[in-house]
């Protein structure tokens, strides 16, 4: 299983009053990774959806393990998992680069589906994730 990263750096208007990046944020920041994961294989979200094929999330798991704050810069990995014939998974972390610490472990499943709600994933798409 090959795993993809993008960087990030902690934004002050992410943080609550706590001085500690917010939980929904981290929502985003593993958005944001998936979507460039999928560009980076040749899968353009925006063109899919044009398509009038869209990539949903069907279920988020996530475990919070320790905290970011302000200008804290970090990875968001990215991981792809078969999990049906009709979903996928991803798997991702954060991790703090100051120290490597696994600040977020979450896994993400998704389906695609067609303009009538059915499910309609790519041909070839997991064997492109997978590569």
């Known amino acids: 299983m090959s795993v993809f990263s993008v960087e990030f750096k ?5 943080c609550d ?4 990046v917010n939980n929904g944020v ?3 920041y593993l958005e944001h990774a998936r979507h460039e994961f999928l560009l980076a294989k040749g899968i353009d979200f925006a063109e899919l959806a044009r ?3 869209n990539l949903v999330v069907v ?3 996530m475990d919070y393990k320790a905290s970011l704050t302000s200008g804290d810069q970090f990875a968001v990995t990215v991981a792809f998992e078969p999990v049906s014939r009709v979903r996928f998974g991803f798997r991702q972390q954060v991790v ?3 120290d490597g610490k696994v600040v977020l472990e979450g896994l993400v ?10 499910p309609a994933i790519p041909e ?3 064997e492109r994730l997978l590569a």
């Open 10 to 14: 902690v934004r002050d208007y992410e």
């Open 17 to 20: 009053m706590q001085g500690i």
């Open 26 to 28: 981290y929502f985003n």
């Open 51 to 53: 398509d009038k094929i």
């Open 59 to 61: 279920r988020s798991e």
């Open 96 to 98: 703090r680069a100051s």
């Open 109 to 118: 499943i998704g389906t695609a589906i067609n303009e009538r709600g059915r």
């Open 124 to 126: 070839g798409f997991a």
